[in-house]
């Protein structure tokens, strides 16, 4: 009998060996992960590497993004906006130069660039698109803060606007769209957290993600190490491990469902003199105008103020354009929601003291210069493009911009910086 209690007591002491180990060893690989977490914290590594190389799904703000970085010097002029100007910028473009646009990799409007330096008598100017399909104001902000800065900044921004831009009922919160989330790498988004995510339960992924940065930026650092291993143990590193399939972004891979590609080239070009067939696109619109949110208005319009205040401070003029809709569109809205927008937009262009242009009772516009109830065709595209034209060129600050820009530009060439 005493055999066996004491069998039983030195089994009951291995069994709580075993656990007081295994607490142990959990204390000191959470004590373990804080530190790592801390030390991280503390340095930021990943801010000392380019956004570009990230990891990231190929989405239409990555590609903009993309050819936006690997423009050697700053554009003259940049035009910001959704899908309503995408389209009749493509098209206008494929129509201006004869060639097949892929809207994926030209994101150039060449066709404003020529119609400027020929009215200006200034070669060589410069205009780049970052209209998104589905950018809201905040997007547009989002594009001016973390891209439209110090050597790549242009002399004039031309922001199109429409009433979707500011209610759009298919958008929970700023910080939810994809524009938004792609360019937060490239800045930091404190100050302004709580206007994006307006919700506390939309803030807690995000500030989770900044506390705990293993989990916040693991994907990132997972190719990171992997390539820096790579660049490191080359050419035994080919020989005992597989590609980063993180880095390689095939969309015939596996890739993680949050990585998948929504555009790669060669998905949308269009040609020179293309017909598109008018495509009734109310169901889509009447969902979009489903919901007059105050509270999302409202956000939007700081967004507004936000980009025009910076742009100010960064000496660039930025023009606001009214961008026209069909009528059928309007019919859609909700009831005065419209004149609020206008009202608005000309508060917020009076008080930064910037023009704000509706071109719609000028360039006459018709249902055959629209392929749906907004987006407009390559003859719409002309007009609107046309009009832009003349609102930068009878802008007094934007025309001296231009010719501060350009005569740097000469001087650099002269001295062989290009």
Same mark, same amino acid.
């Given at each position: ?19 007081h180990?295994?607490?142990?060893a959990?204390l ?12 991280l ?42 899908s ?90 700023p ?12 800045? %930091? ?5 709580? *206007? #994006?995510?307006?919700?506390?339960? +939309? &803030? ?5 993600? !900044? ?54 080239p060669?998905?949308?070009i ?34 507004l ?23 059928? %569109? ?5 009831? *005065? #929601?419209?004149?609020?927008?206008? +009202? &608005? ?5 009076? !008080? ?21 109830s ?45």
């Amino acid at each position: 009998m005493a055999d066996e209690v004491k069998t039983e007591n030195a089994a009951n002491a291995e069994i709580g060996n075993a656990k007081h180990k295994r607490s142990v060893a959990v204390l000191v690989g959470i004590g373990v992960f804080f530190a790592i977490n801390f030390v991280l914290l503390i340095s930021q590594p990943l801010s000392k590497v380019s956004p570009e190389t990230l990891p990231s799904a190929h989405t239409w703000t990555f590609w903009a993004a993309k050819e936006f970085a690997a423009e050697k010097k700053a554009p003259d002029v940049v035009i910001c906006g959704s899908s309503v100007l995408m389209h009749p910028i493509a098209r206008v473009e494929a129509e201006h130069t004869g060639k097949n646009i892929d809207y994926v990799l030209n994101h150039q409007s060449s066709y404003v660039a020529d119609k400027l330096a020929g009215i200006l008598n200034k070669s060589g100017l410069s205009c780049f698109s970052f209209s998104l399909p589905g950018s809201m104001v905040s997007d547009d902000y989002m594009v001016m803060r973390a891209l439209l800065s110090g050597p790549k900044k242009p002399a004039v921004v031309v922001l199109g606007l429409t009433l979707r831009d500011f209610i759009d009922s298919g958008v929970t919160c700023p910080g939810a769209t994809p524009p938004f989330k792609y360019l937060k790498r490239y800045t %930091n988004i404190d100050e302004f957290a709580d *206007l #994006a995510m307006p919700q506390v339960w +939309q &803030r807690m992924d995000y500030w989770i993600g !900044k506390l705990v940065y293993l989990n916040g930026r693991k994907m990132d650092l997972q190719t990171i190490l992997s390539e820096g291993a790579k660049n490191t143990l080359t050419p035994l590193y080919t020989q005992c491990f597989a590609p980063c399939r993180l880095l390689e972004m095939d969309p015939t891979r596996n890739t993680p469902a949050n990585l998948r590609g929504e555009m790669e080239p060669g998905m949308m070009i269009v040609g020179p003199n293309e017909v598109a067939r008018y495509d009734d696109n109310t169901a889509e619109y009447r969902k979009r105008y489903k919901r007059n949110d105050p509270k999302m208005f409202e956000i939007q319009s700081k967004f507004l103020e936000r980009l025009l205040s910076e742009a100010k401070q960064n000496g660039i003029r930025v023009v606001m354009v009214n961008i026209p809709v069909t009528e059928e %569109n309007h019919t859609l809205m909700p009831p *005065l #929601a419209y004149e609020k927008y206008q +009202q &608005r937009v000309k508060e917020l262009a009076t !008080k930064w003291n910037v023009d704000y242009v509706d071109p719609a009772p000028s360039i006459k516009l018709s249902k055959a210069d629209f392929y749906d109830s907004v987006h407009m065709n390559a003859s719409g595209g002309r007009k609107l493009l046309d009009s832009f034209v003349n609102a930068v060129v009878t802008d007094k600050q934007c025309v001296s911009n231009l010719e501060t820009r350009y005569q740097k530009n000469l001087a650099k060439r002269a001295e062989n910086v290009y």
